[in-house]
């Protein structure tokens, strides 16, 4: 059974950085397709970034330049790395995986990925 632990969530000021991480057990993360989402509140879940098994990334458009999604093989940790953060980035922050092709990963569909965290909580304060 995959289980994803979330962490690294907080409150900072717009303009500042946060470092999510998820912790993969039961599973090698490298194998998978993996992401984060993000669900603010009375908003649907959506796509933040994704990483392929092949490695191959896709960011949201809201996101592009700010955010980096990387993962670490060795740790089998995933991280998302969060520059220039704004108030619109105020969301539940969840890490999440599914054995699924690369050009289903790129699409960014929660309903796409079987395997969720619990989430962090991401605020930011203008």
């Known amino acids: 059974q995959v289980q994803l632990v979330e962490n690294g969530g907080g409150s900072v000021q717009a303009g500042g950085s946060l470092r999510l991480s998820c912790v993969v057990s039961?599973?090698?993360?490298?194998?998978?397709?993996m992401g984060w989402f993000r669900q603010a509140p009375g908003k649907e879940r959506e796509g933040v970034a994704t990483?392929?098994?092949?490695?191959?990334?896709t960011y949201a458009e809201a996101v592009k330049g700010r955010f980096t999604i990387t993962r670490d093989n060795t740790e089998n940790t995933l991280y998302l790395q969060m520059n220039g953060l704004k108030p619109e980035d105020t969301a539940m922050y969840y890490c999440?995986?599914?054995?699924?092709?690369?050009?289903?990963?790129?699409?960014?569909?929660?309903?796409?990925?079987?395997?969720w965290g619990e989430g962090t909580l991401v605020t930011i304060s203008s």
């Open positions: 990483i392929s098994a092949g490695d191959s990334t």
């Open positions: 999440a995986a599914a054995d699924i092709y690369s050009f289903t990963c790129a699409r960014q569909r929660p309903s796409d990925m079987n395997y």
């Open positions: 039961g599973a090698t993360g490298s194998d998978y397709c």
